[in-house]
C-alpha cells in the first residue's frame, strides 16, 4: 500500500521526544510524496511540523488501532516497532495491572513491586495442561509449555531468566521452580520438591544482597537443572554458580548491603547457640556498616534466620555443620574488624591484644600469632632462597579482605555443593529442565571486571538467542513452504571474538597477569596497541588512558582497567591459607583441602618447582570464568530454551510506574527489539486459513464464498491487496508484512461502520415512518373526537336553550304569583294591625277608667285609716297621763308611811326569808333581765333592720310611685306587653319544660351511650393490653423463630462442613491406604518404589489432580478402620463437644421425660397387678371350660378319625359291593368332596388343639405369677424339644396316642426348668446391679478426685484461667456423659432389634414345628398303600432367597461382578439387578444363621466392587452402574433390617433378615457409595474438561462478526476441530450422563447432585478461564457467555431438574457476563455492578474489569477511574480475597433413603448371567 495511503488526514503516528522517547500525534493533512514535512497534532492541542530528511525520506512510525492495543503477543500487533512495543507494555502494564507479556518465544515481565495474588495454588491448576496461547502471558505458561515438551518429546528444556539487577530474575526462577515441584509430584511421597525449593532461601541468603536498584540483588548466576524420571516426576536437582560477586564481602557502597547472611547472623546472636561468637549488632563491624543501611524495610532478618535454618534442616544439613557455617560467618565479620597499623611505609603491624583477632583465630582454630605475622608479612621464593618481607598497611589490609573473599567464596562453593549432594538422586534421571537465573546487561557510573564478565556473558546469550529466534523463523517458512530472502539480523560474533578470542581482551588479561611486573596501565597499553585500529567494537576514550570502550550489542560501555589484574589473578597470601590448613576446625579444612588437592596433583607431574610454575598451573577468573560459560552454552544448546526477559519499570521501585527511558534502554539490552526487528522483517503477521475467514468474513460476499476456505481467502487477499510481496500463502497459513493486518483491519473497520450506517439508516427510516404512521392515525383520532366532541355541544346547547325557555316562563310566572301573594298579605296585614291598635285602644281605656276607680278607692281608705289612727293616738295620751298623776299622788302617801318604826317592825317580821327569797328572785330576774336584754337587743336590731327596710321599701313604693305617676300614661300599652309576654312566657316555660324534658332524656341517653363507650374503651383497652401481648409474645416467637432458624442453617451449614470433611478425610484415608498396600506388593516384588507422577498425554488438557483409582480396592477392616479413626477426632472437636453439650442437656430432658414415664409405667402395672388378681380366678374358670372344650374337640377328632379309617376301608375292600367307583362318577365326586371337607375340618380342629395346648401351659405359668420366682417368667419355646428328638415310650402311646399327656407333663418340667431359669437369672441381675453400683462409686470416687485436684489446680490460676478451665472440665464430663448415653441407647436399641428378631424366630420355629407334627400324623394316617392318581402341581411360592453353596461366593461374586458388562444389564434387564441377587443370597445366608457366610458375602462385595471400580475408574458407565447398585444395596439392607417401614408391603416385611444387625455394614456400604461418587465426579469432570473451554467460551455462534482479534506467534489451539465443539456437544454430553444414570435405577436425588456438580464445574472451569484470558473479556463474549448459560438452563428444565440447585451454581459465571456487557461508565453503573455481582468476588470483578478488551473499535475500554470507584464501594465487603474458583470442589453427597417396590419373590435370574448354581427358594 502507498504511504500517501497510509499517511493520510487523522493518521496516528508516533514522535520522538526526550522525555517520553515516543510521543503520539496525529496527522491534520494528507501526505503527498515529496513534502517535506508533515502537519501534526499532538494530544494536547498543539501543532507541530515534523521535518522529513530527504534523503532518507524517513516517516515517523505509525500507530496500531486500539483494538490491537493491550495484546498479549507484541507479535500481534501489525505495526511492529520501538514506540508500538513500548506502548503496548505501558498500557497493559499502568492501566491493565498486567506485568507479563509475550513477545514472539519470548516471556517479558515487569517488576510490579508489589505483591500480587497471581501465583496461588489455583492458579498452577489453572495453567496445568494448557497451551501457552490459550491462557494469558504467566511464568506458569512458560513453565508448563517447558514441562510438557519435556514429557512429550523427552527433550531437555532450559528457561533462561534474564534482566537487570531489580527486574524480578530471582522471584520468576523461583515460582517456575515453584510451578514442576507442584504439578510433578503427588501427595505421600518423598520430599524432593520441597528440597528442591528449600534451596532458594539459602542461596538468597548467602548470594544475595540490597543495592541500590533492589533490595534482594542476586550477586551470582545459578543454573540449576531439575531432573525428572520417566514418570515426569521431579527426582533431584542440581545447581552451578557463576561469578559470586566476592568483593561485595568487603566492601559496599553507601546505600547497600552485605549479603543477607551476616545481617541474619547478627540479628540472632542473642541465642544460646550464637553466644560463642562474640556478636553484636551490624553496625558493629566493618564489612556490614559501609553501605550505611542495615535494614530492609519489611524484612524481619531474625525471621529469615530461621527461614535458613529450616532450610538447611531439610536439605539434611545437621545442626553441627550449621553451626560450623555459622561460626566462619562469624569469624569473617570479627576478621573485617582486625585492625592494621601502620609503622612505615612498607611496614605494618597487628596489636597482638586485638580482640577481633584473637576471636577470628579462636573460631577458625588457628594460632593467633602465626595468623598476625602473615598479616603483615609475606614470604618470597626465588630460585636459590626464600626470604620474608613485611607488606605496608594497605598490602596488608588488601591481604585481609582477599583472605575473607577467599573464606566466604570457598564457604559458598562448599555449600552449593553440599545442596547438590542433598538433590541428588540415586534414581536415573531421564530428562531435565534448566532454570537459569543469570544478570542481565549492565552498565554504571564506574564498570569494573565484574561488569564487563557479565556483559560478556549476555552476548554469548544474546547470541544464542539471536540464533535461536532466526532458525525458528526460518524453520516456521520452511515448513509452511513460502518464498523468503534471508533475514538480516544483527550477529554479535565480532564482539565476542573481541572478547574471547586469541590476544582478544581476555587473552591479554591472562597474559599480563603471567608477567611479573604485570599493571593495569601496560594492559592497557597493550589493549590499545593491539586492538583499537583491528576491531570496530572497540574504541579508547578520549580523556583517558586507564579505560577502554567496548561497543556491546545493547549499548556502548566504558570499562575502568583499574583492578581488573588484582581481580582477574585473585591471589591469596599462601601463607595465610597455609595457617588456615593446620586449623582444628573440621569445616576449615574442608574448604581448603580441594586448594591442598590441586597444588600436589598439579606439582606431581613437573620436576621443578616455584613461583613460576604455580603461576602457571593457577586458572584465572576470567579463563574459569569463560570455561564454565562455554559449558552452559553447550547445556542451552544442547535443550530447548525458553526466555524470560525481565525488565525495571523505574529506579524508585514504585508499584505500576514505568519509566519510559528506562524500559527503552531495558528493551534493547535484553533483545526485546532485535526479536521485533527480526519478526518485522519477514513475515510478523500469522493467520491460519480458518481465522484468517472467520476474522474477515464481512469483506466477502456470498458467491465469494467457496466450501475449499483457503482458495476463499486466496481470493478474497488478491481483491483487497495488490501488491503480492506483502503477503504469502502457507500451507497451513497466510504470512503478512508488517502493518498489512492494520489495513485489513481498517477496511473491516470501514465494513462493518458502513454496515452501521446502513442498519441504522435503515432503522431510522423505519422508527420515522412508524413515528409517522403513529401520528397519522393520532391526528385522524383526534380529528374524530374533536368533530364528536363539538356535535355533542351543539346537541346540548339545543338542549340548554329549550330548557332556557321553559325555565324562563316558570320564573316569571313565579315571579308574578310571588308579586301577588305578597300584596295580598300585605293588605291582610294592615288590616289585621290596624284593627288590632282600635281594639286595643278601647281596651287601654276602659282598663283606665276602672283602673283610676280602683286607686280612689284604696285612696280614700288609706285617709280615713289615718284620720283614725291619729284619733287613737290622742286618746291613749290623755289617759296615760292622767294615770300618772294618780301614781305620784300614791307614792307620796306610801314615803310617809315607810317612815315610821312601827312600819318598820311589821315590815321586819319574816324579813330575813323573804329577804333570800327576794334574793333568789332577783337572781332570777337578773338572768330573764339579761335574756331579756339580749332578747330586746336582738328585737331592736330585727326592728331597727326593719326599719330600715321599711324606709327602703317606702323610699322604693315613692318611686314606684313616681315611677307609676310617670308610666301611668303607658300603663295600657305595658298591660298589653304584660299580657302578651305572660302569653309568651308561658309558651316558653312549656317550651322549657320540654327542653328540660329532652334535654334529661338526652342526658340519660348520653350517659347510657358514656357508659357504653367507657365499658367499649375497657373492653378495647384489655383487647389493646391483649394484642400488646400477643404482639409481644409473636415478637418473641418470630424473635425465637429467627433464632431457631439461623442455628438451624448453621447447624445444616456445620453438618454439611462435617460432611465434606468426612468424605475428604475417608477419600484421603483410602488414598493412603491403597498406597501402603501398593507399596507392600511393590516390596514383595522387590520393584524399586517411585512416585506416580503426572501422567499426561499429547492432549492439550491435563490434571495434577490425583486419580481417585488409586483410593480404591481397601478390604472391610480398612472401612471399620476409619470409623474407629474417626471417634477420637469428634471428641478432640471443639464445635463437636459444645453440639455433644447440647445434646447432653436435650438428652437429660428425655431422661427426665423418661423416668416420668416409667413412674406412670410403674403405677399402671401396680393397676394391671390389682387388676391381674381379680382376673386369676376368672382365668381358672377359664381354663376348666378351654380344657373342656378341647376334650370335646379330641372326642370330634377321634370320631372324625374313625370315620375317615372306616371310608379307607370301604374304598380299599375287595368285595363287589364295597368296590370303589369309578372315577369320574357321581359317588367318586360326592366321596372327593366329604373327603377335602373333612381334611378341611380336621386341619381347623388341629390348629384350634395346638392353640389350646399353648394356651394351657402359659396359663400354668400364670398360676404361678403370684410367687416371688414366677415374676419375669419368660416361656423360651426354642428349649422345647420336637417330637422327633425325643423317646417317648410305648406306655405313652397307649396312654394317648396323640402325646397330650406327654405334652402336659413336659409343659410342667419346663415351667419348673424356666423358674429354675428365672432365679438364676434373678440372681445374676442382682449380681449384675451390684457390680454397676459399685463401678458407679468407682467413678463417682475418680471424679471427686479429678475435681478436687482441678480444684487444688485452680486455687492457683487467675480468674479466667479458673473459669476456662472449669469449662473445659465440664465440657469433657458432659461430653463423655453423653458419649455414654448414646452407647447405652444404641446398646438398648440393639437389645430391642436382637429380641423382636428372636421373638420372629421363636414364632418361625413354633409354626415350623407344628407343620412337621402335621407332616407326621399326615404321614401315619397314609401309610396304606394308595391307587396312583393324577397330582396338579400348584404354583410355587417363592421367598425372596437365593441358595448357595458354602464357597460360592468368588464364583457368583466373578459372574456378577467382576465379568458383568453394565450395557446388557441396563438395557435389558430391571435396574440394581446385582445388587437384588446379593441381598437374596445376604438373606439365605441370615437364614440359616451362619456369620460367617454373611460376613464373607459382605466383605467379598466391598472388595470386588472397589476392584472393579479401581480396574475401570476411567469408564463413566461402570462407575454409574455400581454407584446405583451399592445405593440400592445399601437401601435394601435399611428396607430389610427388621425395623417398621411405613413403605414396605406386608410380604416386604416378611423378608427381613431375622438374625443378625447388619446397620453397621450400611455405614460401610454408604461409605462405598461416597467413594465411588467421588470417582464418579473425577471421571466426569475428566470427561468434560476438554469441552468446557471450547464450548463455552471459544466456540463462536456467529463467525466473523464477533470473532477473535488477530493474535500474535502463539496462537490459541484447542483440542478439537474448528466449529466442532459447541454447547450442543457439552449439551450431549450432560444428556448421556442423564440416560446413563437413569438407566442404572440411581436414585433420584443423587441424579440431582451429580447435575449440580456438573454445572459446578462448567461454572468454575469456565469463569477460571475467563479470568485468565484477556482476549475472552469482551461485549461479545459476554453474549455468547449468556446465550450458553440460557442453554444450560433451558436443558435443566427440558430434564426436569430446575429445582435441585445446579441453575445457581452457575450465577457467578452469569454475573461475570453481565459485567461484560452493563455499561461501565459512571458511578451510578458502578454502584450498579456491585449490587449485581454479588456472587462474584472483588478480586474477580476487579479482574475482569482490567481484563475487559475491545473487540471492535466501537467498544471503549474500562478506565482506572471507574476501577478505582469499583474497589473502594466494595472496600468494606467481608469475603474471600481468593482469585479463582475451586474447581475441584466436590459438594458432600446425601443418601437419602429410597425403599424398593420391587417384591424379591419376583425376581428372576436370567441365564446371561451364568448363575445356575444359585437357587430359588
Known sequence: ????????????????????????????????????????????????????????????????????????????????????????????????????????????????????????????????????????????????????????????????????????????????????????????????????????????????????????????????????????????????????????????????????????????????????????????????????????????????????????????????????????????????????????????????????????????????????????????????????????????????????????????????????????????????????????????????????????????????????????????????????????????????????????????????????????????????????????????????????????????????????????????????????????????????????????????????????????????????????????????????????????????????????VRAVQQLRACGILETIRISAAGFPSRWTYQEFFSRYRVLMKQKDVLPDRKQTCKNLLQKLIEDQDKYQFGKNKIFFRAGQVAYLEKLRS???????????????????????????????????????????????????????????????????????????????????????????????????????????????????????????????????????????????????????????????????????????????????????????????????????????????????????????????????????????????????????????????????????????????????????????????????????????????????????????????????????????????????????????????????SSEFSQSLGSTDEDDISVQSEDEPRLTADLPVLLKLQRRVKELEQEKQSLRQQLDNKEEAQQEKAKEAEEQRTVGRTELDLETLKRQELESENKKLKQDLSKLRKSLTSESSEFMPPAPGSLPYSILLDQLSSSNDELEMRKEEVLLLRSHMVRQEAFKHKDSLLGEGVKLDLSEIPSFQDVDRSADIHTLNEDGELWLAYEGLKETNRLLECQMQEQQRVHSEKCRKLLEEVGKLKDEKEQQQKLLAQSLFLPEDARIEASLNHEITRLTNENLELLEQQEKQDKTIRKLKKQLKLYIKKVEDFEASAQQRNNASVTNAPVRAVNITRKEKEYQGMLKYKQGDENRLLKNLVIDLKPRGVAVSLIPGLPAYIIFMCLRYADNVNNDQRVSTLLNSTISSIKGVIKKKGSDFEVVSFWLANTCRLMHCLKQYNGDEVTHNTPKQNEHCLTNFELSEYQQVYADLAIQIYRQLIKCMEDILQPLIVASMLEHETIQGVLGSKPTGMRKRSTSFPEGAVSVEVLLQRLTLFHTTMSQHGMDADVIKQVVRQQFYIICAVTLNHLLLRKDMCSWSKGLQIRYNVWQLEEWLVEKELAACGAKETLEPLVQAAQLLQIKKKTEADAQAICNMCAALTTAQIVKVLTLYTPVIEFEERVSTTFITTIKTILKDRVESSTLMMDAKKIFSITLPFTPSSVALETIQIPASLNLGFLTRI
Not at 608479612?377 to 636459590?384: P, S
Not at 281596651?843 to 276602672?850: A, D, H, I
Open 1 to 660: 500500500m502507498a504511504a500517501s495511503e497510509l499517511y493520510s488526514k487523522y493518521a496516528r503516528v508516533w514522535l520522538p521526544d526526550a522525555a517520553e522517547v515516543w510521543k503520539p500525534a496525529d496527522l491534520i493533512r494528507d501526505y503527498t510524496p515529496g513534502d517535506l514535512t508533515l502537519s501534526l497534532q499532538l494530544e494536547d492541542g498543539t501543532e507541530v511540523e515534523y521535518k522529513i530528511d530527504p534523503r532518507t525520506n524517513s516517516l515517523p512510525p505509525l500507530r496500531n488501532p486500539n483494538i490491537l492495543v493491550g495484546e498479549n503477543d507484541l507479535t500481534a500487533l501489525s505495526y511492529l516497532h520501538e514506540p508500538a512495543v513500548l506502548h503496548n507494555l505501558k498500557v497493559r502494564f499502568v492501566d491493565s495491572k498486567m506485568i507479563y507479556t509475550y513477545c514472539g518465544i519470548v516471556l517479558v515481565a515487569i517488576n510490579p513491586y508489589e505483591s500480587l495474588p497471581i501465583y496461588e495454588a489455583d492458579i498452577i491448576n489453572a495453567y496445568c495442561g494448557q497451551n501457552m496461547g490459550d491462557m494469558d502471558p504467566h511464568i506458569f505458561a512458560v513453565a508448563e509449555e517447558a514441562y510438557k515438551q519435556m514429557a512429550r518429546d523427552g527433550r531437555n528444556q532450559s528457561i533462561v531468566v534474564s534482566g537487570e539487577s531489580g527486574a524480578g530474575k530471582t522471584v520468576s526462577a523461583k515460582y517456575a521452580m515453584r510451578y514442576f515441584a507442584t504439578v510433578s509430584c503427588s501427595s505421600g511421597e518423598t520430599n524432593v520438591e520441597e528440597r528442591v525449593l528449600a534451596s532458594s532461601p539459602i542461596m538468597e541468603a548467602f548470594g544475595n544482597a540490597k543495592t541500590t536498584r533492589n533490595d534482594n540483588s542476586s550477586r551470582f548466576g545459578k543454573y540449576i537443572e531439575i531432573g525428572f524420571n520417566k514418570k515426569s516426576s521431579i527426582i533431584g536437582a542440581n545447581m552451578r554458580t557463576y561469578l559470586l560477586e566476592k568483593s561485595r564481602v568487603v566492601f559496599q557502597a553507601h546505600g547497600e548491603r552485605n549479603y543477607h547472611i551476616f545481617y541474619q547472623l547478627c540479628a540472632s546472636s542473642h541465642l544460646a547457640e550464637f553466644k560463642a561468637f562474640k556478636l553484636g549488632c551490624a553496625d558493629d563491624f566493618h564489612c556490614t556498616n559501609q553501605g550505611q543501611s542495615p535494614v530492609i524495610d519489611g524484612v524481619d532478618d531474625a525471621k529469615e534466620m530461621s527461614s535458613t535454618r529450616r532450610a538447611f534442616s531439610l536439605l539434611g544439613i545437621s545442626e553441627s555443620h550449621q553451626i560450623a557455617i555459622y561460626q566462619i560467618l562469624a569469624a569473617i565479620l570479627h576478621l573485617s574488624n582486625v585492625e592494621v597499623k601502620d609503622q612505615s611505609a612498607d611496614r605494618s603491624s597487628i596489636l597482638p591484644d586485638n580482640s577481633h583477632l584473637m576471636v577470628f583465630c579462636e573460631l577458625m582454630g588457628v594460632p593467633c600469632e602465626e595468623m598476625a605475622h602473615w598479616f603483615c608479612h609475606r614470604k618470597l621464593k626465588t630460585t636459590t632462597e626464600t626470604f620474608v618481607k613485611s607488606v605496608s598497611k594497605v598490602n596488608a589490609v588488601n591481604g585481609r579482605d582477599a583472605l575473607a573473599k577467599l573464606t566466604y567464596a570457598r564457604l559458598f562453593t562448599w555449600i552449593v555443593g553440599w545442596i547438590n549432594i542433598a538433590l541428588k538422586s540415586t534414581a536415573k534421571q531421564q530428562s531435565f529442565i534448566g532454570v537459569l537465573d543469570i544478570y542481565g546487561f549492565e552498565t554504571f557510573d564506574i564498570n569494573s571486571f565484574e561488569q564487563f564478565c557479565i556483559n560478556y556473558a549476555n552476548e554469548k546469550l544474546q547470541q544464542q538467542f539471536n540464533q535461536h529466534v532466526f532458525k525458528l523463523e526460518q524453520e516456521e517458512y520452511m515448513r509452511e513452504e513460502i518464498c523468503w530472502t534471508l533475514i538480516d539480523f544483527y550477529d554479535n560474533q565480532p564482539c565476542i571474538n573481541l572478547i574471547e578470542a586469541k590476544l582478544g581482551i581476555l587473552d591479554l588479561l591472562d597474559e599480563e597477569c603471567k608477567m611479573p611486573k604485570g599493571s593495569d596501565d601496560t594492559w592497557a597499553q597493550k589493549l590499545y596497541n593491539t586492538l583499537l585500529k583491528q576491531h570496530a567494537h572497540f574504541d579508547k576514550p578520549r580523556l583517558s588512558n586507564r579505560a577502554f570502550i567496548v561497543n556491546h550489542f545493547a549499548d556502548k560501555v566504558e570499562y575502568q582497567c583499574e583492578g581488573f589484574l588484582e581481580k582477574n589473578k585473585d591471589t591469596v597470601n599462601e601463607e595465610q591459607i597455609n595457617v588456615l590448613k593446620k586449623s582444628k576446625f573440621d569445616l576449615v579444612l574442608k574448604l581448603f583441602e580441594d586448594d591442598e588437592k590441586a597444588t600436589s596433583s598439579a606439582n606431581k607431574p613437573t620436576s621443578h618447582s616455584g613461583r613460576a610454575s604455580q603461576r602457571d598451573n593457577k586458572k584465572t577468573v576470567g579463563l574459569q570464568f569463560r570455561q564454565s560459560l562455554h559449558l552452559l552454552m553447550d547445556t542451552l544448546n544442547s535443550t530447548t530454551p525458553h526466555y524470560v526477559r525481565c525488565i525495571k519499570p523505574n529506579d524508585d521501585k514504585a508499584p505500576f510506574t514505568l519509566d519510559p
Open 750 to 1104: 470501514d465494513k462493518l461502520r458502513m454496515a452501521c450506517v446502513r442498519i441504522q439508516k435503515t432503522i431510522r427510516c423505519w422508527l420515522a415512518r412508524k413515528k409517522y404512521l403513529r401520528m397519522k392515525e393520532s391526528a385522524v383520532t383526534i380529528q374524530r373526537h374533536v368533530r364528536g366532541h363539538q356535535a355533542r355541544c351543539y346537541v346540548k346547547f339545543l338542549r340548554r336553550t329549550r330548557a332556557a325557555v321553559v325555565i324562563q316562563q316558570n320564573v316569571r310566572m313565579w315571579q308574578a304569583r310571588g308579586r301577588y301573594q305578597r300584596q295580598r298579605s300585605a293588605a291582610i296585614t294592615i288590616q289585621c294591625l290596624f284593627r288590632a291598635y282600635m281594639a286595643r285602644k278601647q281596651y287601654y281605656k276602659l282598663m283606665f277608667e276602672q283602673k283610676a276607680v280602683i286607686i280612689q278607692k284604696w285612696v280614700r281608705v288609706w285617709l280615713a285609716r289615718c284620720r283614725y289612727r291619729r284619733t287613737l293616738a290622742a286618746i291613749i295620751l290623755l289617759q296615760s297621763c292622767v294615770r300618772r298623776m294618780r301614781a305620784k299622788k300614791e307614792l307620796k302617801t306610801l314615803k310617809v308611811e315607810a317612815r315610821s318604826v312601827e312600819h318598820f317592825k311589821k315590815l321586819n317580821i319574816g324579813m330575813e326569808n323573804k329577804i333570800m327569797q327576794l334574793q333568789h328572785k332577783i337572781n332570777e330576774q337578773q338572768k330573764e333581765n339579761r335574756e331579756l336584754s339580749e332578747r330586746l337587743n336582738a328585737l331592736g336590731k330585727t326592728k331597727a333592720m326593719e326599719r330600715d327596710k321599711h324606709s327602703r321599701e317606702i323610699e322604693n313604693l315613692q318611686r314606684s310611685e313616681q315611677e307609676a305617676r310617670a308610666k301611668t300614661e303607658a300603663l295600657p300599652s305595658l298591660l298589653e306587653q304584660l299580657s302578651f309576654l305572660q302569653h309568651e312566657l308561658e309558651n316558653t316555660r312549656r317550651e322549657k319544660e320540654d327542653l328540660e324534658e329532652q334535654t334529661k332524656a338526652y342526658q340519660e341517653q348520653t350517659q347510657q351511650v358514656v357508659e357504653e363507650l367507657n365499658m367499649r374503651n375497657n373492653l378495647l383497652n384489655s383487647e389493646k393490653d391483649e394484642l400488646n401481648k400477643l404482639i409481644l409474645d409473636q415478637a418473641q416467637q418470630l424473635t425465637e423463630i429467627k433464632t431457631n432458624t439461623e442455628n438451624t442453617k448453621q447447624l445444616e451449614k456445620d453438618l454439611t462442613e462435617e460432611r465434606t470433611r468426612y468424605q475428604s478425610l475417608l477419600s484421603e484415608h483410602l488414598h493412603l491406604e491403597e498406597r501402603h498396600r501398593d507399596l507392600k506388593e511393590e516390596m514383595t516384588l522387590n520393584i524399586s518404589s517411585s512416585k506416580p507422577g503426572l501422567n499426561r498425554t499429547d492432549s492439550n488438557y491435563s490434571s495434577n
